[in-house]
């Protein structure tokens, strides 16, 4: 990770691309949420655990997940077993699925996500996945930009395979703090035409944040695909908006339950019917179309949001 | 049924007020939505009824985000009772359940006594709803935001008037236990026509974040739900029915193991609500049912009726043997 990571040309990463796309050639999905296949809950065994700068990646055994998940859809862990006081389950997006196995990576944030960090080969999880809608696909014969901040890279690899194997040209910015701060670098080099890194201490690649070089790279793009902190991804919103490009963004949010019950992950979203509501970004999301996230008003409520009005007879 | 001695299973069939239902295992309103999240974890079927969101004559946004903060073994949440209203709830919601083959216990919330009258006359017949939960802990906007369940005249107000509206099931107040008697709110819901009593609802309770020196919630104050206010929960459910012992008591606070279930049963629950727990382990009301089962096997009981309240019997006889010694 060391390496100062510049544009990159893969070509000479063919082999390695080849090896990558063969586990996901399925063209990206367009099926309605209702008829994607159920998540199930599953006791996942720690097959691998492999450090990625200040991340650990987990490949987990997830045989009755692995087959039918999506890039861009996320599994939830449960946190130190059965007497934890840490009720809540943490999400993770996928950042790759193939055979019985799928793959995470893992930032250790707090007590919770600690406990998983420091999981080993061997020990057993409980996961639930595959959760939310994953990345649609660009139109046919587009060509994708992928912008991440930070592990935000992480989803963005299964969706490379699949972006490439469909024969799209694929295009990636990855941006960090810190070199070490950085994921999925060497896998992202392999399956994009172009890479572009950056880090704000100058560490590795370009020094700055990834809008700084978006606008190099956003006049060959048909799709934008963003994925990284809030504030990152309200930039490259208005980035893609200003060229008039589709982007698609995949949010954080803290959730408590992942599958939808809880209601505490919401954002303000406006429907096709252009009433804005506050929508779970676990069920309806975590990947919603840019354009219908009011990013100006998240932490807020709206006066024109569905239900508001309702909220403000009450008091 | 064959005595569990002679090989038999426990009985676990229970009731809700007069109402029969196969499992003591309820969700818990606002963990669980309207049940349709859950069903790829579990049989909707087999839980005694899923206890749904509360529901409001209008559609609410619920208030904004954060929305939610863990705390040690538990959780605050302030959501602002989002949700459809019950136009789409009757449309949408119910009718899922039913064709689901599932039982449903109606949650219902308002902001004066008229709105739960007219909520509690809407569902009328409601097809799929064989019990309604009357949720008080809402600020009464007739009266300076004072919390109904806070107040025995407030609370027995809505009861009186959720009964007159005669809903046609049994009817369950949900009480808060922060309040400094909850057995005269439980009794003043009673009298005004309450079947049964949901206790307890989450405890008020707050988180400040020591970077950005704000209350993390952006409702600033939010419930305290999960195993955290368990011991509170219980010593709710003893106190009520130690005071009222023929009166039904659906427990919840903090169950997240069969053991947990049990404990409120020994207290006086004949049914049970998990909530938090749902969050962290979406079949954990299987999980429970099947453990209190187990349990209750192991610990004598043939039935589940017979060891509700079984905790107020032992420890009176501790006390006569204490007296007489």
């Known amino acids: ?315 | 049924m064959i005595p569990r001695a002679l090989g038999g299973v426990v009985d676990m069939r229970t009731t809700l007020g007069l109402t029969p239902i196969p499992s003591p295992v309820l969700t818990a309103s606002g963990c669980a939505a309207a049940g349709r999240e859950l069903d790829p974890f579990l049989d909707l079927t087999a839980l005694g009824a899923v206890v749904t969101k509360s529901v409001q004559l209008r559609a609410r946004s619920g208030r904004p985000t954060p929305r939610m903060a863990e705390t040690p073994s538990g959780m605050l949440n302030s959501i602002g009772l989002q949700g459809p209203g019950i136009e789409a709830f009757l449309a949408t919601d119910l009718p899922w359940l039913v064709r689901r083959g599932a039982r449903a216990m109606v949650s219902i919330a308002g902001g004066s006594v008229e709105e739960y009258a007219e909520l509690a006359t809407r569902l009328r017949t409601a097809a799929g709803m064989i019990a309604l939960e009357v949720n008080i802990s809402c600020p009464n906007v007739e009266s300076r935001g004072e919390v109904f369940a806070c107040d025995p005249a407030a609370a027995a107000s809505v009861l009186a008037a959720v009964r007159s509206a005669d809903p046609g099931v049994p009817i369950y107040a949900k009480l808060s236990p922060d309040v400094t008697d909850i057995v005269s709110v439980a009794r003043a819901c009673v009298e005004a026509g309450a079947d049964g009593l949901s206790a307890i609802n989450t405890l008020l309770g707050m988180v400040i974040d020591t970077d950005t020196l704000r209350p993390v919630l952006a409702a600033e104050t939010g419930g305290l739900s999960g195993p955290a206010i368990r011991p509170v929960a219980l010593r709710c459910v003893w106190q009520i029915h130690r005071a009222m012992p023929a009166v039904p008591i659906l427990g919840m606070g903090g169950i997240r193991t069969g053991a947990d279930a049990f404990q409120f049963v020994l207290a006086g629950a004949s049914a049970v609500s998990v909530g938090t727990a749902v969050f962290g382990d979406p079949s954990a009301p299987a999980r429970i049912a099947h453990e209190l089962a187990q349990i209750l096997a192991r610990k004598g009981f043939d039935r589940i009726s017979d060891a509700v309240g079984f905790a107020h019997r032992v420890a009176a006889h501790a006390e006569a043997n204490q007296v007489s010694g």
């Open chain 1, 1 to 315: 990770m060391s390496r100062a990571w510049g544009i990159t040309q893969a070509v000479d990463l063919a082999e390695t691309r080849r090896q990558m796309t063969s586990s996901m050639s399925i063209p990206l999905p367009s099926v309605p949420g209702d008829l994607r296949p159920k998540p199930v809950q599953a006791a996942a065994r720690i097959l691998t655990v492999r450090p990625v700068g200040a991340y650990r990646e987990f490949t987990l055994n997830a045989p009755g997940v692995a087959p039918i998940a999506e890039p861009g859809q996320f599994i939830t862990l449960g946190v130190g077993g059965e007497d934890s006081a840490l009720l809540l389950r943490r999400a993770f997006a996928l950042s790759g699925a193939g055979g019985d196995t799928i793959n995470v990576v893992v930032a250790a944030h707090g007590p919770g996500t600690r406990w998983i960090f420091e999981r080993r080969s061997g020990d057993v999880l409980d996961l639930i996945g595959p959760l939310g809608r994953p990345f649609p696909p660009p139109p046919p014969g587009g060509s994708a930009l992928l912008i991440a901040g930070g592990y935000g890279a992480a989803p963005f690899v299964g969706l490379a395979q699949r972006l490439l194997s469909s024969g799209h040209a694929v295009a990636a910015v990855i941006g960090a703090a810190s070199a070490e701060r950085l994921c999925a670098v060497a896998e992202l080099a392999a399956l994009t035409h172009v890479l572009i890194v950056t880090t704000e201490d100058g560490t590795a690649g370009r020094s700055g944040r990834v809008t700084d070089v978006t606008p190099e790279l956003l006049p060959g793009a048909s799709t934008v695909y963003a994925c990284g902190p809030m504030p990152m991804l309200r930039a490259v919103a208005a980035q893609a908006a200003a060229r008039g490009l589709v982007c698609h963004v995949s949010v954080e949010e803290a959730m408590a339950c992942g599958i939808g019950v809880c209601m505490t992950c919401v954002l303000p979203v406006i429907g096709k019917d252009g009433t804005s509501r506050f929508v779970r970004s676990c069920v309806e999301g975590p990947v919603f179309e840019a354009a219908r996230v009011r990013f100006d008003d998240i932490g807020q409520l709206p006066e024109d949001l569905h239900g508001a009005s309702a909220m403000r007879a009450a008091q």
